[in-house]
């Protein structure tokens, strides 16, 4: 992997590894396969109103029967690695009480294997929103302590059964969003909430979300302990953390519309990052939270400290933020969310919109707005609040809307969404970021979660009757890009 480079005054060649992403739970399918229990997801996506479309992920992409057919996609189109997850409902159907399902294990072996055979690197990804529904009617899940255990145990048997093979591994994908969407907001399972951010049977948005994140921080740094002082040396491996990273911008140039954006930035991404980097959560939130903000022991802070040897960055577009502390702040459009004079949104209101002008093209999801600029400015935050650790972006994707005719043929707002974003992204290589891969999502149509169907990320259509894989433009431009070394062209970034 080596870092742009200039070639001339109009363009940048972007030498980053090129990469894709997908998870289990929205492409394997086979739900009833041999040995698997039924996931958090399965129980919730059956509960009538809970995903836009009325869909599933029962069979979803059929990635589980296909797996060499997709594999052999990736090949084609000359990526070098992949990054996937690993199903904890299929791998260890009853957690620590049940045996390991060695089915499964010989499955995911098999991707393993295939992928390295074509030259593809496996990257894998250990909790994807995905966990065994037992999990939760037990013990309340990521809510307990317990989950910490339960989910050490689930990245022991993957790293003793895949260790030899993968290199590279994501302990969590994106805790900060998954506590937001499932413990304050309710769009994901458990589905659990409190007023103003919803009405639901159980639950308190303003504290749970935190007491989810920190049984995640502490699940990841035991199991980073696990893999360096037991699995590292088999492949020199590394590990870390995928965060949810939006960038923020102040509403106005009012100086505290510019303090919002700051907070919005550590309350989203430094909450994170921070207690993996410094052993602590970041001193923003403290002075707001107090007490709330559950505290590391001495002993944690250490464990936590240093735990991750790069960071993941899921990026996908730029929020305006306005302050809440001196000002009413009201929720009207779908790109805000509920709740921002609440402590645990930080006092700032994030939205698309500023007097009803959105911040960049509309997508397929409420809250992706296409900004490219973004991309250069959240790895510049990254690079100077963590002295320029080593960054690979683990996604990064453009959400078709439903009205976009004939997606799977011509996506031209896909091909021009990733030439821009790359293109920023080469500036901020150029500028010394320390930036070492870039993933694309997806390679093909998937569940999107609590929105099904709808929004479209891939550069393959799925055809829903048949399964079958059709190859959009956009596909056809990523393998040129990369077969051909295209330019990135450096003026993109000028008529942004």
């Given amino acids: 992997m080596r870092p742009s480079r200039i070639i001339g005054p109009n363009f940048l060649v972007l030498l980053v590894s090129m990469l894709k992403s997908s998870t289990q739970e929205q492409v394997e399918g086979a739900v009833l396969e041999v040995g698997r229990s039924l996931s958090n997801w399965d129980i919730f996506s059956h509960i009538e109103g809970n995903v836009a479309d009325g869909s599933n992920a029962y069979i979803a992409d059929d990635h589980y029967h296909r797996y060499l057919e997709d594999i052999e996609i990736m090949h084609s189109l000359g990526l070098t690695a992949y990054r996937f997850s690993i199903s904890w409902s299929r791998i260890l159907p009853r957690g620590r009480d049940g045996p390991v399902n060695k ?45 910490q255990e339960e989910y050490l145990h689930f990245a022991e048997i993957c790293f003793t059964y895949f260790g030899d093979q993968v290199k590279y591994w994501i302990t969590i994908n994106e805790p900060n969003l998954f506590s937001e969407m499932a413990y304050e907001r309710a769009n994901y399972p458990p589905a659990r909430c409190s007023p103003p951010f919803g009405n639901c049977i159980s639950g308190n948005s303003d504290v749970e979300p935190l007491i989810v994140v920190h049984n995640m921080l ?21 590990l870390s953390i995928a965060v949810c990273a939006f960038m923020y911008v102040p509403m106005t140039d009012d100086e505290k519309d510019k303090a919002a954006a700051d907070r919005a930035l550590a309350f989203n991404v430094a909450w994170t990052l921070d207690p993996l980097v410094f052993g602590d959560y970041p001193p923003e939130m403290r002075s707001i ?9 001495a002993e944690e802070r250490v464990l ?20 809440c502390t001196h000002s009413i702040c009201v929720c009207n459009i779908s790109s805000c969310v509920q709740g921002s004079d609440r402590a645990i949104r930080g006092f700032a209101y994030t939205g698309g919109e500023r007097d009803g002008v959105p911040i960049g093209k509309r997508t397929g999801m409420p809250r992706f707005f296409v900004v490219p600029r973004g991309m250069e400015e959240i790895v510049q935050y990254l690079k100077d609040r963590y002295n320029n650790k080593t960054m690979v972006i683990t996604e990064n994707g453009y959400a078709s809307p439903g009205n976009e005719e004939n997606d799977f043929v011509h996506d031209e707002n896909r091909i021009q969404y990733h030439q821009s ?7 901020s290589m150029r500028k010394g970021a320390d930036v070492q891969g870039y993933f694309v999502w997806s390679l093909i149509d998937n569940f999107e979660w609590a929105s099904g169907y709808g929004p479209k990320f891939g550069l393959y259509h799925i055809d829903r009757p048949t399964l079958n894989r059709i190859p959009k433009n956009s596909a056809r431009w990523y ?16 008529s942004q």
């Fill in 218 to 238: 502490l699940a990841h740094a035991k199991a980073a302990k696990l893999y360096r002082e037991r699995f590292k040396s088999k492949v020199d491996g590394v």
């Fill in 421 to 427: 974003y790359l293109t920023y992204l080469a500036q």
């Fill in 103 to 147: 089915i499964a294990v010989q499955f995911y072996r098999k991707i393993i294997y295939n992928l390295l055979t074509k030259g593809i690197h496996p990257f894998v990804t250990l909790f994807h929103f995905e966990y065994p529904q037992e999990l939760e009617d037990r013990f309340g899940g990521w809510i307990s302590p317990l989950m």
């Fill in 289 to 297: 939270h107090g007490p709330e903000l559950p505290r590391f022991s």
């Fill in 304 to 323: 936590l400290r240093d735990s991750i040897d790069f960071i993941g960055i899921n990026h996908y577009g730029t929020l305006y933020a306005k302050d």
């Fill in 479 to 494: 393998g040129d890009f990369l077969s051909n070394c295209s330019l990135v062209d450096a003026s993109i970034i000028q």
